[in-house]
């Protein structure tokens, strides 16, 4: 039997104190329309065995975080409520497990306590309510598959849960339709690495009395798995620090991204699917490392699943989480966790996969980051909001005020190839244009020339002022020749 520890909560307690702008607290005393739940995954993506007779390495355990926010207006600002009501979870078209899998056949084995069916390590089922926690809600260890009631043997990793609030009085405040994602693409036999998992018990060193006879064997029993023990390396150091030991041929046999998904899921499920990997053709090793990286960065005292990597490696500090914190547990604008807007880790807004997306397609009416100030604030606030950021819409007025229009051809059009804008200009060759993304940061600026008949003429290729093609999207444009003033927009598409 091993300590139910939870890791979750130890992080938890590493990432103290936000400092927060909203107002916190309060009871939820206003109607429909009056709230905003921001609720996502904790981790993007969870694994478990369907087949838990022989070893298991993960039973059925999904999280759900979530922040409920008291709209704003112009005299008020939002406020993160934290007391009053109720906040639900249920996953509809999926509404048992056992049978799915046969964890609860082993339940007892595994963990030396009784678990009561379709019930998870914590006391959560399949229908329930969040427990408070500070600042946020959190629904940990729902004991989710990825096997709906209809199509109970067909892997389907990308549900939708529904939270619902309600008022004291039982009253419907909001809903959110969140990814709760799961899969048991864990491929040691269905990739033939390994002809059974008899075999790779078999295989196992006989070390500190381990018995490949004495099934069902948890592996977190002897390797430390933070998501079940806690911080401890465990008697037989971390189970990730063993695994990607013991792979790291893998990164010369296959290596990126097709070597991780012998694993980690996976060819069907390709957890990896936010705009990171989609728009930017990032892959897991531009975060985390070879296979090497990971098992030689934790034999060096990092502690797995606690301490990963963090976004300002890359964004700097004016876009990263603070020193310590991991992105999950951050919060930035007004106390709001940063995954409320950006959402899960492996699944950062927009998402390769519209269930992802749909959680802000409900709030904003549309996918991607959320964008949109008066979603929370009631009312979209001058001045620039978090990140510096300013709401598309006030870009674009800003840039259009003032200017007669461009032509623009062809629109759309691809990255690499050209675009020809045209301005009337009385100093065709004296005047620039200047190229904006949809958040009001210069892309580039470009020079004209005479096109003929009082018209200045400026070809962009769709790259960046460092040469680099740029991001599908929308792009504002302004033409100044120190007489007159045009603007324009284009879409991008690569």
Not at 210 to 234: E, K, R, V, Y
Not at 246 to 252: A, I, R
Request: aromatic fraction near 6%; hydrophobic fraction near 35%.
């Amino acid at each position: 039997m091993i300590s139910i520890a939870f890791g979750l909560r130890f992080v938890q307690a590493l990432a103290a104190g936000a400092v927060l702008l909203m107002g916190v607290g309060g009871t939820f005393a206003q109607g429909p329309g009056d709230y905003v739940i921001l609720v996502n995954n904790d981790l993007g993506m969870h694994c478990m065995n369907k087949d838990h007779s022989v070893l298991s390495i993960l039973p059925p355990f999904n999280t759900l975080n979530a922040q409920v926010i008291q709209r704003g207006d112009p005299t008020r600002l939002p406020r993160i409520m934290t007391a009053g009501g109720t906040l639900e979870y249920s996953i509809p078209g999926n509404t048992y497990s056992a049978g799915k899998t046969d964890f609860w056949d082993h339940a007892q084995d595994l963990f030396g306590v009784p678990i009561p069916t379709d019930v998870g390590l914590t006391g959560k089922g399949l229908t329930g309510t969040f427990d408070p926690a500070g600042d946020f809600f959190i629904a940990e260890g729902i004991p989710v598959t990825p096997f709906t009631d209809a199509a109970p043997t067909v892997e389907d990793p990308y549900q939708l849960a529904l939270v619902t609030l309600r008022s004291d009085g039982g009253q419907v405040l909001a809903t959110a339709r969140p990814v709760l994602p799961v899969s048991t693409e864990i491929n040691c036999v269905t990739s033939r690495c390994h002809s059974s998992e008899q075999d790779i018990l078999d295989g196992h060193e006989r070390e500190g009395g381990f018995n490949p006879a004495d099934q069902p064997i948890l592996c977190a029993s002897c390797h430390g798995s933070p998501p079940l023990t806690g911080p401890a390396p465990g008697s037989a150091g971390y189970f990730s620090r063993r695994i990607h030991e013991k792979h790291n041929f893998l990164d010369e046999v296959l290596p990126g991204i097709q070597g991780c998904n012998m694993c980690h899921p996976g060819p069907n499920t390709q957890c990896l699917r936010g705009t990171m990997a989609n728009d930017h053709g990032m892959v897991c090793q531009d975060c985390h490392g070879t296979m090497r990286t990971m098992h030689t960065s934790i034999e060096n005292g990092r502690i797995p699943w606690l301490e990963e990597p963090a976004c300002r490696t890359c964004h700097t500090s004016t876009y990263g989480e603070p020193q310590g914190v991991l992105y999950r547990n951050a919060r930035g604008h007004g106390g709001v966790m940063c995954t409320g807007c950006h959402n899960s880790p492996h699944a950062i807004f927009p998402s390769r996969e519209e269930r992802d997306n749909q959680v802000m397609v409900d709030l904003q009416g549309h996918a991607g980051t959320l964008s949109e100030c008066s979603v929370c604030h009631g009312y979209t606030p001058s001045g620039a909001g978090p990140h510096g950021y300013r709401p598309v819409s006030a870009v674009e007025q800003e840039i259009f005020s003032g200017a007669a229009g461009l032509r623009v051809y062809p629109a759309p059009f691809q990255s690499g190839s050209n675009c020809t804008i045209m301005a009337a200009s009385p100093r065709p060759s004296e005047g620039r244009l200047l190229v904006f993304d949809v958040r009001g940061r210069t892309v580039v600026l470009l020079r004209g020339e005479d096109g003929g008949d009082g018209m200045a003429r400026i070809t962009w290729n769709g790259r960046d002022a460092a040469g680099h093609d740029v991001a599908s999207g929308m792009y504002f444009m302004r033409w100044e020749d120190g007489r007159t003033s045009a603007a324009g927009k284009v879409l991008v598409v690569n």
